[in-house]
């Protein structure tokens, strides 16, 4: 068995906790078997131990990403995702990105839900050794109603298209769940809310029953549920029909913020793809309009928020990795950045919530995110002390060492690629040719 000794670091064991200055931490296999000063090595093994020396460096839990989107391939409109997809190519980028993923510091990672199913194949090829991944959970095709999701009206009337599974009634509902269930999904995630072309912003496309037949149908398969909720009663309903995590919780009310702190519901604000839009969309061609959208939801929510972290409500960080905004190995710390600054929380705080209360989105709770005895050895190891300054994390070049279920991780770049034929949307033009245009 593999045995590594880290030692002299300056230890973040992922609870909140002071940093521990000058401490070892001994790995065998996959799992953290010691935490302490001067920790004492059997002289028989002594010789099959490989050191790593952390003095002047910190040693702590490797993030966890709780909302990825692994398999989108980064479009930067829905009708790319939707139009521009096909099973095979997508399951190659996926194994192909999943890799930035893990260079950015992650080592384990919740696929809320993505195109074609390939999630849970991913999932299990990264668990043989077949593809080099953080730990994954994985969702599969997000449940929406006829009326839609958050790609309006490219969401068909039944059946399923890009990352959307389309339910019309009762009947269809529990098959869907029983059938994402049988091929492998660690969870189901419903789209509670959706646009339509005469309404701004999101509306709820649920009902509480709905929402509750999917609630009902997988748990008692042991499958938890996950929702998309950008609207007030779409969190209260959702939380009160029993869903386990609710992603955005935009626009709370006091009824919902109640019903969240009363059941200790996790959120996953997903905040990382609203403050790149609103901060740094304008470097990326983004519209004035969709930036002050975001700019005001990311207000509103925060306060909200707050009153729930220091009620007990776990707050967990997703990056919305997948997306042109949000693109993979980029911005997977990027969300403790925003609790600090939107939410007050302490380096520290905020830390925990990317690790230790991650953890919960995997249903892995006492099993990673912690550095610990007994905890799976995922350890990252940075120059700079991120208890100071959280940007440090977002840093990939202060990354000394990354162990990943006990391996060592290649930090070596990724060498760049071209797009693939069809990836993207291709023109003409980038604007109509007017006589005023040509002749000016």
């Known amino acids: 068995m593999r045995a590594v000794l880290i030692s002299g670091g300056n230890v973040i064991d992922g609870t909140g906790s002071q940093p521990q200055p000058n401490t070892d931490v001994l790995i065998e296999g996959d799992r953290i078997v010691g935490v302490g000063k001067n920790l004492v090595i059997d002289k028989s093994k002594e010789s099959e131990i490989r050191r790593i020396d952390a003095t002047g460096l910190t040693v702590m839990p490797g993030l966890i990403d709780a909302h990825t989107h692994i398999t989108l391939g980064e479009p930067r409109t829905n009708d790319e995702l939707f139009l521009h997809r096909d099973p095979a190519t997508a399951a190659i980028l996926a194994a192909y990105n999943v890799r930035k993923v893990l260079q950015a510091g992650v080592t384990s990672m919740f696929d809320v839900d993505g195109i074609f199913n390939i999630g849970p194949a991913l999932r299990d090829s990264i668990r043989a050794g077949v593809v080099e991944g953080p730990t994954m959970k994985s969702g599969s095709y997000a449940l929406m109603t006829a009326v839609g999701g958050t790609a309006g009206k490219l969401i068909p009337d039944s059946g399923t298209a890009g990352y959307a599974e389309v339910v019309r009634n009762k009947e269809e509902t529990v098959l869907a769940v029983r059938r994402q269930v049988k091929e492998g999904a660690d969870c189901i995630k419903i789209h509670v809310t959706g646009l339509i072309p005469t309404r701004s912003g999101e509306i709820q496309v649920w009902t509480r029953e709905e929402l509750k037949v999917v609630c009902d149908t997988a748990h008692d398969l ?131 919530c990317g690790t230790k209360d991650n953890a919960v989105a995997l249903d892995e709770d006492g099993e990673t995110g912690c550095i610990a005895a007994g905890y799976r050895a995922d350890v990252l190891v940075l120059d700079g002390d991120p208890s100071k300054n959280i940007s440090l994390l977002g840093d990939k070049s202060l990354f000394r060492h990354l162990l990943c279920r006990g391996k060592e991780v290649d930090l070596s770049p990724i060498e760049p690629r071209a797009m693939l034929r069809g990836e993207q949307a291709s023109g003409w033009s980038d604007v109509a040719l007017t006589r005023e245009i040509a002749y000016s």
């Open 222 to 352: 042991g499958v938890r549920v996950t929702a998309h909720c950008r609207g007030d009663k779409a969190t209260l309903d959702s939380v009160m029909a029993g869903v386990d995590i609710i992603w955005h919780a935009s626009f709370l009310g006091d009824a919902s913020l109640e019903a969240i702190i009363d059941k200790k519901v996790p959120v996953g604000p997903v905040f990382t793809f609203l403050a790149n839009l609103s901060e740094f969309g304008h470097k990326a061609g983004a519209t004035s309009s969709a930036k002050s959208i975001f700019a005001g939801e990311l207000e509103n929510t925060g306060a909200k928020l707050r009153q729930a972290y220091d009620a007990g409500v776990k707050l967990l960080c997703g990056s919305e990795s997948g997306f042109s905004m949000t693109p993979y190995g980029h911005w997977h710390a990027r969300e403790m950045e925003v609790f600090v600054k939107h939410l007050g929380m302490t380096p520290l705080q905020a830390i925990t």
